[in-house]
């Protein structure tokens, strides 16, 4: 196993965390991982169709216990839930608002609470409310299916959703990427517009997570409000102000290589 030499910058939430990495969409996951190459390992703990009610069991296996002294450090942790617990009745993803409101306080409380096993004050917490739903393009992506599906999303229920979102941050005392906001306003606040940063209606286009010239830079949207974010809330876990963990090669004492390089990260 790799031995905890870098701290982490975790993604963790749904299909749209899970394809950070995809190829082609030049996604927010890849991003990061290139702007904090050699500072934080950027790992990717996305489970497509997943709620927070089911997320939940994950988080506890995904974080590591306050005593583990082998464990490396989170010092980033992103949480991504809401496109499938916004979902309407009878879907099996749907979870009720105030139950979705109750998942979110409890994981980002698994890590500022004190009393919590898993305590990490450290760890700088940001939330990010779901995007907006295009239930135009998502309906008629669902009735072309083999068997046909009904429309198991409406977008004021998705909003009302990341509004609950930005209230938990601001009740928490935790960061918040209003990413609903953001593809809104890109889209010129029309749901039709929402085809520049959503492919199918639900998930992010390349536009949605990065940049994108021939969309007048409607892109980076996600990558840079994520950055933006990080620079304001907490400017010392931005990856300009973290130091590589292993020095450039023209700063290594070159008389006596293990001098500069042995790090004693964990043992």
Request: charged fraction near 25%.
């Given at each position: ?59 506890e296996q995904c ?18 839930f809401g496109a ?83 209230d938990i941050a ?98």
């Open positions: 196993m790799a031995a905890n030499i870098h701290d982490v910058f975790m993604l963790f939430g749904d299909s749209i965390t899970e394809g950070a990495w995809a190829p082609g969409v030049n996604g927010f996951g890849q991003r990061l991982s290139h702007a904090y190459v050699r500072k934080l390992d950027v790992l990717n703990r996305g489970f497509s169709g997943y709620n927070t009610e089911w997320a939940l069991p994950v988080f974080i590591a216990k306050s005593d583990n002294k082998y464990a490396p450090k989170i010092r980033v942790l992103a949480i991504w499938n617990d916004s979902c309407i009745k009878p879907s099996p993803q749907h979870v009720p608002l105030e139950k979705y409101i109750s998942n979110l306080k409890q994981m980002v409380n698994m890590i500022k609470s004190p009393e919590s096993p898993r305590y990490s004050p450290e760890t700088r917490i940001i939330l990010i409310t779901p995007p907006p739903i295009n239930t135009i393009v998502w309906k008629a992506d669902l009735e072309s299916r083999d068997p046909p599906a009904e429309l198991d999303r409406f977008f004021d229920v998705t909003k009302s959703y990341a509004e609950a979102v930005k601001r009740e928490e005392g935790v960061a918040v990427v209003d990413i609903w906001t953001a593809l809104w306003e890109a889209a010129g606040k029309e749901e039709n517009g929402l085809t520049k940063v959503l492919g199918d209606g639900l998930h992010l286009n390349e536009a949605g997570y990065a940049s994108s010239s021939h969309m007048e830079h409607v892109g980076q949207i996600l990558y840079d409000e994520l950055i933006k974010t990080i620079a304001k809330d907490y400017p010392e876990v931005h990856y300009d102000n973290i130091a590589s963990v292993f020095p450039g090669w023209k700063d290594i004492d070159w008389e006596n290589p293990a001098k500069s390089l042995y790090v004693f990260k964990g043992e």
